[in-house]
Nanobody, 125 residues
Framework: VQLVESGGGLVQAGDSLRLSCAAS????????MGWFRQAPGKERVFVAA????????SYADSVKGRFTVSRDNAKNTVLLQMSSLKPEDTAVYFC???????????????????WGRGTLVTVSS
């Protein structure tokens, strides 16, 4: 199983950025997906999650209304559209996967079986 994040970079506050996570080696449509982030010197925390079919999503309060998670099961890809970025969004962003039921989303790190290596997002003020 391989999860590969891309799309990170340096942006200014207020900008938008779209992260992608390409999955391989697993039956993607049977897996719920999640995004987490880890700021420098801090613990990894939940950002967003999407059910295996895409019908259910959940978000951390800190990103609700600014970030949107989506997936394309035909392309084995999950996306995180980030808008109105703030300096406090600066972090390494990780995607994660776990086999799941139809409409389940998961917000705990321990719920996930597989992880990517992350992509760095830096938001300057």
């Amino acid at each position: 199983v391989q999860l590969v994040e891309s799309g990170g970079g340096l942006v200014q506050a207020g900008d938008s950025l779209r992260l992608s996570c390409a999955a391989s080696g697993l039956p993607f449509s049977y897996y719920a997906m999640g995004w987490f982030r880890q700021a420098p010197g801090k613990e990894r925390v939940f950002v967003a999650a999407i059910s295996r079919g895409g019908s259910a999503t959940s978000y951390a309060d800190s990103v609700k209304g600014r970030f949107t998670v989506s997936r394309d099961n035909a392309k084995n890809t999950v996306l995180l559209q980030m808008s109105s970025l703030k300096p406090e969004d600066t972090a390494v962003y990780f995607c994660a996967a776990r086999e799941s039921g139809a409409r389940s989303t998961y917000a705990s790190m321990g719920d996930y079986e597989y992880w990517g290596r992350g992509t760095l997002v830096t938001v300057s003020s």
